[in-house]
């Protein structure tokens, strides 16, 4: 029995703790800081996910075998290697990759780099500063539109601009790397050539050498229906992908997660854990939109439900180097997510609206993401308060059910998209 700690506190971390307290290999679970859904599954620690001085207090009073960082920021910050480099943590299985190995999702200037140096295919791009301001607004006016501008550093999903004209190119341009909209996150900024095409976002667990890929997933990012609107953290995810069929995964197998893995190890980079890779398939050919460098979110909502393995069993093989003795398993069933969210998202919100009809819901799973428990209730915490995710035959009939149970969930503002999947109904 191992006892685990996860740190996070939204959708993906109450997908994964759903997922890790099943395990008969789970022993003491807790969870950093955790949300109202999240405590169903273990035990709630007010600790910052960042505070890594407080997690490693957790770890030894609580005697944790395994660390699982959700979000990205914790990783980017070195969390692996603060464990590794403390006699008293570094027995801990820490999931997920060293600080340097973190750098794929922390700097897209670096994963940009990364791949040029092993030919895996991607947009070509410029990166500007500051200091190359003129010579990049020069670049964006001689280049054909749409194009992408994205902060180099962390911005919570909300980096990336895609302009439709020069003017907007330049605005975007300027807010990040002159009035510092997102902070040292946009002293560097990746221009980069528009795709088009279709996304999806595969996952590759790797010990380094050997890899297993869990199901792909299709996220959907704008506010609006038709995709209309400002990006936001997601809306709702479907799983499987129609497209992604035996023939399109052995390209994306082939061409993009044996170069990324074979190159952090030629790099000496080491990364234990999971690979995001956010792709898009232009014309049946996959590129490499972004790696991140853990679980997605609101992927995890429907990829953690098809994962038919055990998770802490996949961990631990990950740990020992042995993923090439894994076969993973995923369900034959469909599933599809909806995410709700408070009225204002993605922009200003309002929190502590109390929620009501959770008794009325049967037959989904409710993943809580902005959440946080009140006088024996639920009030809202974040834009993003509740995934519903549901199995189904297929794509259609996973979702009608999420949607059914989301309309009896209840609290002031609550909006989500009814179109999640509408490629492909």
Known sequence: MKNILLLGSGGRECALAWK??????????????????????G??????????????KACIEHKIDILFPGPEDPLVNGIWDFFRNDPSLRHIIVAG???????????????????????????????????S????????????MPIVIKADGLAAG????????????????????????FGESGARVVIEQFLDGIELSVFALTDGTNYVLLPEAKDYKRIGEGDKGPNTGGMGAISPVAFADAAFMEKVTERIIKPT?????????????VIFFGLISVKGEPLVIEYNCRFGDPETEVVIPRLENDLVELILKMHEGKLDEVTVQHSHKAAGAVMMVSEGYPGDYAKGKVMTGFEKVRNSLLFHAGTVSKDGGI???????????????????????????????????????????WEFL
């Open 379 to 421: 009030v809202t915490n974040g834009g993003r308060v509740l995934a519903v995710t549901s199995y189904g035959e297929n794509i259609k009939a996973a979702l009608a059910k999420s949607y059914e149970n989301a309309a009896h969930i209840d609290y002031e503002g609550k909006y989500y998209r009814k179109d999640i999947g």
């Open 43 to 56: 035990i709630n620690l007010p600790i910052s996910y960042n505070d890594f001085e407080g997690i490693k």
């Open 20 to 41: 890790l307290s099943h395990s008969p290999l789970c022993g003491s679970f807790y969870i950093a800081p955790g949300n109202s859904g999240t405590s169903e599954y």
């Open 133 to 144: 301001f003129e010579q990049g607004v020069a670049y964006i006016k001689r280049s054909e």
């Open 97 to 131: 990759p060293s600080k340097d190995g973190a750098q794929l999702e922390g700097s897209k200037a670096f994963s940009k780099k990364f791949m040029a140096r092993h030919n895996i295919p991607t947009a070509a791009y410029k990166e500007f500063t500051k200091d």
């Open 261 to 273: 893995i074979k190159g952090l190890r030629a790099e000496n980079i080491t990364y234990k854990g």
């Open 158 to 181: 909300k980096g990336v601009v895609i302009a439709q004209t020069s003017i907007e190119a330049v605005k975007a341009f300027r807010a990040m790397v002159m009035d510092r909209q």
